[in-house]
């Protein structure tokens, strides 16, 4: 009621209220704090906001090659000469490649599908970067294909696909070992995970 | 009497979405619930007890708390995680088209004993070697008989006389055959062919190891395919849509 009483009186306050309110985890009561916070701030400080908000629509793109976000095209990791372009790296979502890149164990490049295989949902191969993912391996230097999809049933499901497509190529492909989390508890674990983790079993 | 706080039950889990940043709505099929839909919390983190024991095409024991708005998954263990159906991308997308189709035709709360028990043995049976289309079609069949769409097959549905061992034609519309008389008439008819007419009796009418014994050419498949798809579709009053992903397995002949 109080929000719909404010409408009426100020607009501008209502709208980004509104906007606030789109984004994820900002309920309406978040939404109102965030907007009358911005009121109060110097008009320096918000415009410095509404600039990189702006700027990371109109600078940031896709790399064309990887389909990682970017500023300059090719990314710096696709032209980065001092990585191995033999071994792609394949994931699901852009968020992935910050937890592979912090392990500092792998010195290849990415490929993002921006999705993943979901028959239930719709989701199917042509919503993915898969088409590219494919026309960039055609005569390649690509040696190895990593899939990295997460390890649930959609993931498998695109990682069978992909394996399926590659395969044929004459390209390694390779598959993120499938075990138990590290802090995890062996009696926890589903029979699935703990499957996987026996046969990818190693040598100590 | 208020219902208990806690309870515990058995479960397959048809559809899962994600709910801010680490837990899930589940969808579960039960046997004496029938669906219901409960919260996982924190399940989308490694370490998640619940993790795998609440994946899709799993049949898990849960205990669930009742919530303000939905249940809460408290604990979970896998009766049968169906690692042979996940191994393979065949049969788990199999397995996730009879999901689609058990959550498309039922509401929460509503038992159907046989349904839950359909299902489980259908995913049973995926796992098993076998005509994965024979496997679908009589999945199709039971679940529209235990949901009250049972196909007539037996006499026409306009003049209710008995069908000639002939070509008939199927009407969606009327949920049966339609004698080549009164099929005359009905712009939607598709045509019947005897080899799908008594394909069709017989899986209606037998149980599952009968059924897979039944040998038919992929000309047939395809027809009972289209005749079935075709008639959910119009039940439904929409497509299912991991019957997309089915055909461009096909296509892509994987
Ligand atoms: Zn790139
Ligand atoms: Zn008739």
Redesign the interface.
Known sequence: MALRTFTSTAKPIARLIEEFNKLPGIGPKSAQRLAYYLLRVPTEQARDLAEAISAVKEKIGLCSICFNITDSDPCSICRDEGRDHTKICVVEELSDIIPLERTGKFNGVYHVLHGVIAPTEGMGPEELKIEQLLSRLQNSSVTEVILATNPNLEGEATAMYLQHLISPLGIRVTRLARGLPFGGDLEYADDVTLSRALEERQEV | MRAPRAYQTEAIVL?RIKL??ADRILTFYTPDLGKLRAVAKGVRR??S?L???V????HSLIMLARGRNLDIVTQSQ?IN?F?VL?D??WR??RG??A??LV?SFTAERIENRPIFDLLLSTLHWLCQAGDGNIILRYFELQLLNYLGYRPQLQQCVSCNLPLQPIDNFFSSSRGGVLCPECAGKDPARCTLTLNSLKVLRLWQSCDCATASRVKINSQLSSELEQLMREYIKYLLEREV??A???D?LKK?K?
Not at chain 2, 55 to 58: A, M, Q, S
């Open positions: 559809k801010g940043e490694p370490k007890k993790g795998g024991h994946e899709l095409l799993t896998t995680g690692l996940k393979d991308l788990l997308s996730l088209y999901l689609e959550d849509k991991s997309a992903w089915l461009r892509e994987l």
